[in-house]
């Protein structure tokens, strides 16, 4: 099993809809929880980051954080085409800044 | 406030080469961190560096080493180059101060090619 797991996708939606991208860790000692989007070619920028149980909104994200069900996920509301990348997940455990990241999910919102 | 700065963009070594590559954390960073990301094996952490000691190290071999200087720029190291090593090396920064400091940003990468 790996640490942690994304759907692969790739994951396609219209313009204007809702993306919902989700991550699945196995360490329950993990404690801050990340999202990043990568463009092709790019580096990875850090899109939300959570660390307690709940949701956290900033602008068209949400992220949502379920530790009990070790369980993280991005919501993408109002999704543009330039929302189209690949979203990485990524967890930390207790103090550590060493990040484990997920394999990543394509999204492709289509116009 | 200027972002995290990589130096070189892109590298190409033959096998059995060894490679230094350059990292400048953003302003008042303390923590850089060192990523290996690949087609195959995705995101993979090599190492991290906090106040010039390395506070972490991901399954790497010895091959790959890194060090930190007082002005919290890094620097990696990868000796006896393999085809293996092509890839995108990225590097992070982090305030590392405390609680809700953790957050790494990613410099733009060094693309290695190994021939």
């Known amino acids: 099993q790996k640490e942690v797991e994304q759907n692969s996708g790739p994951l396609s939606v219209p313009e204007g809809a809702i993306a919902s991208l989700n991550c699945t860790y196995s360490?329950?000692?993990?404690?801050?929880f990340f999202w990043y989007r990568q463009y092709s070619g790019k580096s990875p920028e850090l899109i939300m980051f959570?660390?307690?149980?709940g949701d956290k909104e900033d602008g068209r994200f949400t992220a949502q954080l379920n530790k009990a069900s070790q369980y993280v996920s991005l919501l993408i509301r109002d999704s543009q085409p330039s929302d189209s990348a690949t979203y990485l997940c990524?967890?930390?455990?207790?103090?550590?800044?060493?990040?484990?990241f997920g394999s990543g999910t394509q999204l492709t919102v289509l116009p | 406030k200027a972002g995290v700065t990589q130096t070189p963009r892109y590298l190409i070594k033959t096998r059995g080469q060894q490679v230094t590559l350059s990292c400048s954390p953003i302003?008042?960073?303390?923590?850089v961190s060192w990523y290996q990301q690949t087609p195959g094996q995705g995101l993979q952490f090599l190492f991290e560096y906090f106040s010039e000691t390395q506070r972490n190290k991901g399954n790497f071999p010895g091959r790959f080493s890194g060090r930190q200087f007082s002005n919290s720029r890094s620097e990696m190291n990868v000796s006896t180059l393999e085809l293996g090593d092509s890839a995108l090396y990225l590097c992070?920064?982090?305030?590392?101060?405390?609680?809700?400091?953790?957050?790494?940003?990613f410099g733009p990468g060094t693309r290695l090619t190994v021939l």
């Open positions: 992070a920064s982090s305030l590392a101060g405390g609680t809700g400091t953790n957050e790494q940003f």
């Open positions: 302003s008042g960073h303390r923590s």
């Open positions: 959570i660390y307690s149980n």
């Open positions: 360490d329950r000692g993990s404690q801050s």
């Open positions: 990524a967890v930390t455990r207790g103090s550590a800044r060493q990040l484990t």
